[in-house]
Each structure stands twice: as C-alpha cells, then as structure tokens.
C-alpha cells in the first residue's frame, strides 16, 4: 500500500507510550485496537496485527509476528446461573503472555490466563484456551460442549417459552 511503512512507524511512535511496555522497534499495523494500552506489553520486533483486538492485560515477548483479525483477551465475562447474561460481571483478568519467535495466524483467538511459549506456531483459525510449549503448532477450531448451565428457577422465569425469538420462527 502507498505509505504503508511510513504509516506503520507513525503509528508505533504514536502508540508506544500509551502501552505499559514498548521496545524500541515495533510494529502496529492499521485497524489494531488495544483499548487504553495501560496492560500491553509489546516486546522488540514484535506487531500488533491489522485489525487485531486486545483485551485485558497481555505481553507479547520479542519478535511475534500477528496475522490479521487475531483476538487475545485477558478477561472474559461471567456465567454465574443464577443471574441472566446482561446481569454478569467480571471474573478477575488472567494474563496472557506470548513468549519469543511465535506466529499467530489469521483469526486466531487468544483466551485468558493462556501461555504460548517461545517458537510456537498458531494455525489460522485456531482458538487457544490451554497453554502451547515451546515449539508447538497448533491448528483447529473445536468447539466441545465442556459443561452446561444450571440455570436457576429464577432465572428461567425471566425468559418464558413465548420469548420474541419463539414469535419470530412462529411469523417466518
């Protein structure tokens, strides 16, 4: 793109003061969004990918290469059964740390509290909810049921069989 490497310093100069730790070389591609930035650690040589999203505290160690459209977070929200979603709040941040000489593919989603350690691959796609050694790929996408809510009676009660989505399947 014109000004593709200009723009790309710009932004690195720009951004590094507003994260809690910036080497003196990074990268910070178009489209990243960080939040305040308070709890990124970015390491040298390493990118915040085009269109990548950050959430809650996370280091990224030195020369980490981010494909477009990665997501890591270090929060998540709660799932407490005696509340509805809307109601929730936020279990404690659990940091994410990326080690050294990692790749992380397109797409790929990043859970709370998850460690990838140095020279790690993580496949497009990928979502990542355990920890990866040192020199691991990872590939897929498996979505397992891992436990099911046992909704209160209270709850329930907020959300009767005759719900606007019921409405809609009735209408279509």
């Given at each position: 793109?014109?000004?593709?490497?200009?723009?790309?310093?710009?932004?690195s100069?720009?951004?590094?003061?507003?994260l809690?730790?910036?080497?003196?070389?990074?990268?910070?591609?178009?489209?990243?969004?960080?939040?305040?930035?308070?709890?990124?650690?970015?390491?040298?040589?390493?990118?915040?990918?085009?269109?990548?999203?950050?959430?809650?505290?996370?280091?990224?160690?030195?020369?980490?290469?981010?494909?477009?459209?990665?997501?890591?977070?270090?929060?998540?929200?709660?799932?407490?059964?005696?509340?509805?979603?809307?109601?929730?709040?936020y279990?404690?941040?659990?940091?994410?740390?990326?080690?050294?000489?990692?790749?992380?593919?397109?797409r790929?989603?990043?859970?709370?509290?998850?460690?990838?350690?140095s020279?790690a691959?993580?496949?497009?796609?990928?979502?990542?909810?355990?920890?990866?050694?040192?020199?691991e790929?990872?590939v897929?996408?498996?979505?397992?049921?891992?436990?099911?809510?046992?909704?209160?009676?209270?709850?329930?009660?907020?959300?009767?069989?005759?719900?606007?989505?019921?409405?809609?399947?009735?209408?279509?």
């Amino acid at each position: 793109m014109p000004f593709g490497r200009p723009s790309r310093r710009l932004r690195s100069v720009l951004i590094a003061p507003l994260l809690e730790y910036s080497a003196d070389v990074i990268y910070i591609e178009r489209g990243a969004r960080f939040g305040d930035g308070s709890k990124i650690r970015l390491g040298h040589r390493s990118n915040l990918g085009i269109d990548c999203r950050l959430h809650g505290p996370v280091d990224i160690g030195d020369d980490v290469m981010m494909a477009p459209g990665v997501v890591i977070y270090g929060s998540a929200h709660g799932t407490n059964v005696d509340r509805p979603m809307w109601e929730q709040s936020y279990p404690p941040e659990r940091r994410v740390t990326i080690k050294n000489d990692v790749w992380i593919g397109t797409r790929a989603i990043i859970l709370p509290g998850v460690t990838i350690g140095s020279h790690a691959i993580i496949g497009a796609g990928a979502i990542i909810s355990r920890d990866v050694k040192d020199g691991e790929c990872v590939v897929g996408s498996v979505g397992r049921v891992i436990r099911v809510r046992d909704v209160s009676p209270e709850v329930r009660a907020l959300y009767p069989k005759s719900d606007a989505l019921n409405s809609l399947r009735a209408d279509g």
